[in-house]
């Protein structure tokens, strides 16, 4: 037999100015309540939805806190950081719990939640660390290594490709291309790991040395080690649902 899923009872006032009510997904009723989930990997899709949802209800009523249950192991730097930007921007305060697994780019917004109404479930697991980025051959890399299954003819003319191209200015300027971009993300990479500390250092209230290690290194910590740490504020979160859903 599937589970049932309640819907929740929702009231509103209509354009009339008379209060209305009427029963709603479970999930828009716990939007409407600033009840917030990322329970998943932060994807775009996910981004978009918590941004979105962040801007539109704070836009209603900026005096209403949200409460974001985080339970993730992490995603890309550039999908998390306009969660935590958007976070920091919008009037009410965003009260952030972590529960299950709050990592990498989980425990950035984790941390990114109001200071002093940041929290986590007893069980809850954090780990830290710098953002990390990958860099991938290209197809005339990959493909080099079918050159050598051909026999000694093609060798001949592929040694003699080969001079050619080392001529061709072309050539010469999409390899100098090359290098330039791959410096260019080893400089970005860089200064967002320095952005990283910075960021770690003002909202932990530690000293950037230490901070420093403790990413490079990559940190497991419990829900007490990170309130100890500075991530979080308090242990043992309890969550008053009925007094939440009445305001």
Known sequence: MPLGIPKGHFSFIDPDGETNSTWTEIQNFLYEKRILFIFEEIKPKVTCEITGLLLCLSNENEY?????????AGGKTRDALPIYDTMQV???????????????MGALILLGGEMGKRAASP???IKIHLPASAFYTT??????D?????????????????KKKEKDPKKKKEQSRSVEDFSDGVGEMLRLREEFVKIYAKRTQKPISVIEKDLARGLFMSS????AY??????????????????
């Open 146 to 162: 079918s050159d050598s299954n051909s026999d000694s003819t093609s060798d001949s003319n592929s040694d003699t490709d080969k």
């Open 123 to 125: 069980n809850c697991r």
């Open 90 to 104: 919008v009037a009410p305060a965003v009260r952030t719990v972590g529960i299950g697994v709050a990592a990498s």
């Open 230 to 247: 500075g991530i979080i504020d308090t242990l043992h979160y309890k969550f008053d649902f009925k007094k939440t859903i009445k305001k």
């Open 64 to 72: 209403k806190d949200f409460t974001l249950f985080i339970n993730s």
């Open 139 to 144: 197809d005339s890399d990959s493909n080099s």
């Open 224 to 227: 007490e080690e990170a309130k």
